[in-house]
């Protein structure tokens, strides 16, 4: 039964859905992609809602699971070891989430650190908390698997990863439930969530466990912990460690402070997080390239001469490929010369949709040129990349001129080159980089060194 209906959220079924609807309107929206595992807060829906419906929000709502593990920290009891809640449902105000007696029975039989503690589940309210965001937002039925740790034992993470590791694949869901920094100031709260937001993002125990005993050890005012789920957050890292497969995204943070009646002298902070399966093979046939070559002509013919353009056919008219959301960059050349390149690596619309936008950008928005006008449109060459995930790197060992791409972010700025950029220019890899640090992000030649690096490929193809 639930233990927190009516003080963590509403318990009349109508206001709560009404609640929760709300929250997804002023959710922050991403792409959908093909999602492993999320990183959730645990709050009162008052305080870190918006965060949790921003992250539930990646989800396909047409997605089925075998199971949705629901992992996250005991609050109420230290124990050592791993608790599963084994047989029935868990209840909310909006219906029941069957329990995967299956899977779980499996585990609790084969793993004897995993068990039932009735004492630890009866008031945790971090599983529970995640099963109305669910129930109203998947249209299909789903069976969870709810799964409490004990205590921030790393061995124990590493041995409940290794004990989850044959449910890591596309058929099953992970939910990692978390809260961030408890009790700061709003400024140093953002700042600590941010380094450990990163530190999670480097897919690196060892840096995350450096950073949270960091924060243990701050003078900082009040900061009891730096991340409340740490044992969760770890036993995730367990299983994505080295798997090139996946890729880490930051989706939206906001902390207690941030609500109209929130104390900004002692807050919790929230962060929503994905871990994406990276799908790299894009299959564009010559039919796709052609067609979104039209699209993109066309959208610049739409734009100048007020013509109706061929990109305005129905969404059912397209490829599978062109209703993919996938990066892109729409490059115009004239007479061989650079007149205008514009992208975006994570759309939230339709590939042939976003070429149709990134073409009237690169026309009248690249602020290093002149906006086109109607009398070159005859004159212009249109060359359209479209592009694969981002993929964080930590050597530029792992980059290969000519075929990637690179992605620097540093703080607030960031810049990236295209893979035929170091073949046109014939720079070496430091060239390559300290062009795009300098040139595109604006951080100096050297900024490289201390920023993120991310590479990624490109299809490119042109009218000629």
């Not at 729409?330 to 514009?342: D, N, P, S, Y």
């Not at 070496?428 to 690096?453: P, V």
Request: proline share 4%; glycine share 6%.
């Amino acid at each position: 039964m639930p233990a927190v209906a009516g003080t963590f959220y509403p318990a009349a079924p109508t206001v709560l859905k009404n609640q929760i609807s709300t929250l997804f309107e002023k959710a922050t929206r991403v792409p959908e992609t093909d999602v492993a595992a999320l990183i959730v807060p645990h709050a009162g829906y008052a305080f870190s809602g918006q965060v949790a419906a921003s992250a539930y929000a990646k989800l396909n709502r047409q997605a089925r699971y075998k199971n949705i593990f629901i992992i996250g920290p005991s609050h109420r009891k230290y124990f050592e070891g791993v608790s599963i809640y084994p047989k029935g449902q868990y209840v909310t105000p909006l219906g029941k989430a069957s329990i995967n007696e299956e899977t779980a029975s499996m585990l609790i039989e084969k793993h004897a650190f995993i068990y039932y503690d009735e004492a630890a589940d009866q008031a945790e309210h971090s599983l529970e908390v995640q099963l109305p965001f669910l129930q109203y937002w998947l249209y299909t039925d789903f069976k969870i698997v709810p799964i409490i740790i004990g205590c921030d034992r790393s061995h124990l993470c590493h041995k409940l990863a290794e004990a989850l590791k044959p449910w890591f694949n596309s058929e099953n869901l992970f939910v990692i439930s978390s809260d961030f920094s408890h009790y700061p100031p709003y400024d140093i709260a953002c700042k600590t969530d941010e380094e450990t937001a990163d530190a999670i993002l480097t897919n690196n125990n060892i840096r995350l466990k450096t950073c949270c005993d960091k924060n243990s050890n701050s003078l900082s005012k009040n900061l009891l912990t730096g991340l409340c789920g740490a044992a969760a957050v770890e036993t995730l890292l367990h299983l994505t460690v080295n798997n090139k497969k996946i890729a880490f995204e930051k989706i939206v943070y906001k902390n207690s402070g941030d609500i109209p009646s929130g104390d900004k002298n002692r807050v919790v902070g929230y962060w929503a997080i994905a871990i994406n399966r990276i799908n790299k093979s894009l299959n564009i046939t010559e039919a796709d390239k052609s067609a979104l070559l039209n699209i993109a002509r066309d959208s610049l013919l739409k734009y100048f001469k007020k013509r109706k353009r061929k990109g305005d056919a129905a969404d059912t008219e397209h490829s599978a490929t062109l209703k993919r959301h996938c990066g892109v960059f729409v490059t115009l050349k004239k007479q061989g010369e650079l007149r205008g390149c514009i992208g975006k690596f994570s759309p939230k619309d339709a590939l042939y949709q976003t070429v149709s936008e990134m073409t009237i950008a690169a026309a009248t928005r690249d602020l290093r040129f002149n906006p086109v006008t109607p009398d070159e449109l005859d004159q212009l060459e249109i060359e359209i990349s479209v592009l694969t995930p981002l993929e964080m790197i930590t050597s530029i060992d792992q980059i290969q001129l000519g075929k990637h791409g690179i992605f620097i972010r540093k703080g607030v700025s960031s810049g990236t080159y295209l893979p035929q950029v170091a073949l046109d220019t014939n720079w070496t890899k430091e060239e390559f980089l300290g062009h795009c640090a300098r040139d595109k992000a604006g951080i100096g030649w050297n900024g490289w060194k201390n920023g993120e690096l991310y590479t990624y490929e490109a299809i490119a193809f042109c009218e000629k």
